[in-house]
Structure formats: C-alpha cells, structure tokens
C-alpha cells in the first residue's frame, strides 16, 4: 500500500508542475501581447526555446519590434537581463569582461581583479548580432554551449538559466557581417520577423501613439523556470517519431544515401546530429504548450524549418535559381513518408 500511496504522491506532484507550467505559459502570452502585436509564430518559438533552455536569434528588418520583444519577454520572466549593442568596434573583453590592476590603498599591494561583462546575467540579447565582426561574435560560442566563459585561463560560470536571445538584420543590409556556422548552430531557432498585416500595423499605431504605457510584470522565477526545463524532457516521443526524427535531418545531408536528389542539386551541408536533438526536446515543450502529454507528427514538422533554416548551406545552384532554405525544408518535409504514430 506504501508504494501505491508514494505513485499517487508523484503523480499529483507532476501534475501539479504541468498546471504551474499551462499557468506561466498563458501569464507570458497575455503580458507580452500587452505590447507586441501579431508575430504569434515567432513569439511562441521564443518561448519554446526558454522552455527548452536554448538559444534563439530572431531575424528580420529594422523596425519589426525584435528587440520589443526580447523585452517585453525578459521583463515577464523575472531573470537579470543584460544587453549588449553590438557595433563594428566591440571587443570581446566587452562581453564577457576583464582582468584590471587595482592597487590596495592600505597596504599598496596590487592585484589582478575580474570585473565581470554583460555575459553574466540571465538573459543576454545581443542586439544586431552581425553588426560586429566574427572575432567579436565567437567570444558568445563557450557561453551558448558550455554556459561558462574563459578569460585569461580562467574558468567562469556563468548563472542558471542562461539564454541568448540575438537579433540580427538581414545579410543583404549594408555594414552586417555573417554569422559564422559554428555559432549559428548553437542557435535552436533562427525566428524571421516579417511585416505585419494592415490591421495589426493599425493596432500598433493605435497602441504607440497615445498615453498608454503597458505594465509588465513577472509571471516566475529562475528556479521555476529551471524545473520547467527538466518537466519538458519528460514528456515521451515515439521511436517511430524519433526515427523520422533522424531520418529527417540525414536527408538535409547530400552526401547520405537518403537525400532527394533536389538535396544532392542544391546543398552543400546539411544539419548535424544537434539539429535532431534541437527538434526533439522543440517538438516536446510544443506539445506540453498545448496541454498534451505526447509528440506528435505536427509538433514536428511546425518546427523543422525554423530548426534547420539556418544549419545547411545551400550552394551556387540554389542561389542563382533563387532557392532559399526554407523551399528546400517544406520539399523535403512532403517529400519523407509520414511515421505511423503509436
């Protein structure tokens, strides 16, 4: 009887985290639409990625409120938010800090202190990401996958949880530098920012040019938030899902022997063994969003694209025949058979 008290036990404390999960997800909806018009696609990648503990870069064109939102979310969170304007004359040292000579006035000693950057906070947005050249950008790379930073030989870690949400500006715009692939890659989601529709662009006008001033408030904690990770991790996927999975990101790769031959015309690389990994645990906190305890073929194929986008290159012959990556993704999603789900 002991055992079948404690099973009980554990499954009201999970679903009591589930509850507490449905209510924050719906208290960061309603604060941030308090400010942000439309972009429902994007916001909820945003906060798929946060429920995940990933990474997200938002692209789009000046004045598509990516920065607004980074925001708007960070002030609903309760995180220590940082930020960081990215310009052609940063330097690493200006992210992540500096050693600096400060001398004892009592004793006349003098030492090596560490004054900490930007990159100790909870919530780092990197605005214009690709406005600052590539060394700049690399001085990111150890934070977004190891969660620590290295100055001088020493070893820093940074808190928990810790997010970078980056913007960025279309490549094509005059004074941007390209991302290079390794920390586009830690990336979960490349999210593009479009216009918005006349009548939400209505709305917008409607809310910004009055006296209203939205009030934000935070709706958890870091903790929470920390638990909220572990909880979407439980949530199960079917092997057959987890093979499409697979199967799925292999076929980005032209030099498998699953690739399409629009595959093998038009990319170079295709995406890595994280991409499948980013797909899953996306796939996982989409499905506990909407209140299902299970993965299902939509979750998956919702978030491929904005997956992968930004992890294979495609080559001169896509290029010249203006083909972006998002045309190859939704041809090679209709194109590999749909898993039968258990």
Request: hydrophobic share 45%; net charge negative; proline share 5%.
């Amino acid at each position: 009887m002991a055992i079948f008290a404690e099973l009980n036990s554990d499954a009201a404390e999970l679903q009591q985290r589930v509850e507490r999960f449905h209510a924050v997800h719906q208290g960061i909806l309603k604060q941030v639409r308090e400010v942000i018009v439309g972009q429902d696609e994007v916001l909820e990648q945003v906060l798929i990625a946060l429920f995940v503990g990933g990474h997200c870069l938002l692209t789009g064109l000046p004045g598509t409120a990516k920065t607004l939102m980074v925001r708007t979310i960070a002030e609903t969170l309760g995180l220590e938010f940082r930020r960081i304007q990215f310009t052609p004359d940063l330097m690493p040292s200006d992210i992540t800090g500096t050693d600096i000579i400060e001398e004892d006035l009592a004793t006349g000693h003098r030492k090596w202190t560490f004054v900490k950057g930007p990159i100790f906070g909870n919530i780092l947005l990197a605005d214009e990401i690709n406005r600052t050249p590539p060394k700049t950008q690399a001085a990111l790379l150890e934070a977004m996958q190891e969660h620590s930073c290295t100055v001088r030989g020493h070893l820093y870690q940074l808190p928990a949880p810790f997010f970078v949400l980056a913007t960025q500006n279309p490549i094509e715009l005059e004074g941007t530098y390209p991302l290079p692939e390794a920390q586009l890659d830690r990336f979960l989601f490349n999210a593009i920012l479009d216009y918005l529709s006349a009548e939400d662009e209505l709305k917008v006008v409607d809310m910004t040019t009055t006296t209203r001033i939205p009030h934000i408030e935070p709706v958890t904690l870091a903790e929470e938030l920390l638990d909220f990770q572990q909880l979407v991790r439980m949530v199960p996927i079917a092997d057959t899902l987890a093979r499409y999975v697979v199967g799925l990101v292999r076929a980005t790769r032209h030099n498998s022997g699953s690739a399409p031959d629009f595959v093998k015309k038009y990319v170079n690389y295709g995406g890595s063994i994280r991409a499948a990994q980013f797909i899953v645990l996306a796939a996982k906190a989409r499905a506990l969003t909407r209140k299902r305890y299970h993965v299902t073929y939509d979750d998956i194929t919702s978030l491929v694209v904005p997956v992968l986008r930004h992890r294979i290159l495609l080559n001169f012959h896509a290029e010249s025949e203006r083909i972006d990556a998002d045309e190859i993704l939704n041809r090679l999603i209709a194109q590999v058979p749909r898993p039968k789900e258990s």
